[in-house]
């Protein structure tokens, strides 16, 4: 008896929104808006909704072509497994028109509403992220994270440009940290979910340089943030309620990478260490970006220097 083959169901509007990964774009969200509220200035309160809706858009727009690019590999890695694509939830073809419309909209919308330089950043962060470093480093070098951290660290500068028009030392400061942030956390889960990578090929840290050289990188990122994240203050950019929480927050992460640093290579069921370093980083970039608004907002009503 000759069996049937399945009709493909039409993809529901949370195969969509699960495209975006909305996890990681919170986070986008956030530091781009923290980045808005912290610049000088005053920016009409429905262009800066504009303005963080396209930054989410543009995010969104590259999180889908990201998946759409990777289909195969996201299928042979058991975090990415259930994705819309993996399992044909969606066609490609789908998630490939998806990403492009949000991408070109966020743009195009940004530069009409708000002001072109803000949209031009936008335009380069979603080309480093689905061009160079989806394309073209993720799958050849262990380097692709170190690279590619600049596609996550544009959110802030767009929503600083976006109050402003220009681009000063504040908003690539805030633009660095990120970059600076982003090897150890994205290393500390990659250490326990090394064997994912393994499965389908990508060269990821852990598996090209091996365990113990990764671990050494996280604890020589984490030393070079503390002074990094407590720049904005040490130029005068921010006042000392931002100064030092940066202090604190990044003496705190750089206190839960030395054991990851120093400790021999383990079962991924036994990552303690390392599951509290990768938690720990999502909650810094939150409370560090949270703490330049606090510290914009007290200075704003004259309560700090």
């Not at 980045?35 to 262009?47: K, Q």
């Not at 289909?71 to 492009?100: C, Q, S, V």
């Not at 949209?119 to 480093?137: H, P, Q, S």
């Not at 940290?177 to 060269?203: C, Q, R, S």
């Amino acid at each position: 008896m000759t069996q049937t083959k399945p009709i493909q169901l039409p993809a529901e509007w949370r195969d969509f929104f699960a495209l975006t990964k909305p996890r990681v774009m919170t986070l986008v969200i956030f530091t781009g808006l923290c980045g808005l509220l912290a610049a000088p200035g005053n920016i009409n309160p429905v262009l800066g909704f504009t303005a963080i809706l396209c930054i989410a858009m543009g995010a969104g727009g590259s999180a889908v072509l990201n998946q759409w690019w990777e289909a195969d590999i996201d299928g042979g890695m058991k975090r990415t497994a259930n994705r819309p694509l993996p399992t044909g939830r969606m066609r490609r073809e789908d998630a490939r028109d998806f990403g492009i419309l949000l991408s070109v909209a966020s743009v195009l919308i940004m530069g009409v509403a708000v002001n072109w330089l803000a949209a031009v950043i936008l335009a380069a962060a979603i080309v480093y992220y689905v061009v160079i470093y989806t394309i073209w480093l993720k799958p050849r070098t262990p380097q692709n994270i170190v690279i590619g951290g600049g596609a996550g660290a544009f959110p802030p500068m767009i929503g600083w440009v976006a109050v402003t028009g220009d681009i000063t030392l504040m908003p690539v400061l805030l633009f660095t940290i990120i970059f600076m942030w982003t090897p150890p956390h994205f290393w500390a889960l990659a250490l326990f979910v090394k064997t994912d990578y393994e499965n389908v090929g990508i060269p990821m840290m852990p598996n090209v340089r091996g365990e113990t050289s990764t671990r050494r990188q996280i604890l020589v990122y984490s030393i070079i943030l503390v002074p990094i994240a407590a720049a904005p203050w040490f130029i005068g950019g921010t006042g000392a309620v931002y100064g030092i929480a940066a202090l604190a927050l990044s003496l705190a992460f750089l206190a839960l990478s030395v054991p990851v640093a120093f400790r021999q290579t383990g079962d991924a069921d036994k990552m303690r260490p390392e599951k509290r370093l990768f938690a720990f980083s999502i909650v810094y970039l939150f409370a560090l970006f949270a703490a330049l608004v606090v510290d914009r907002v007290l200075a704003y009503q004259g309560l700090v220097a």
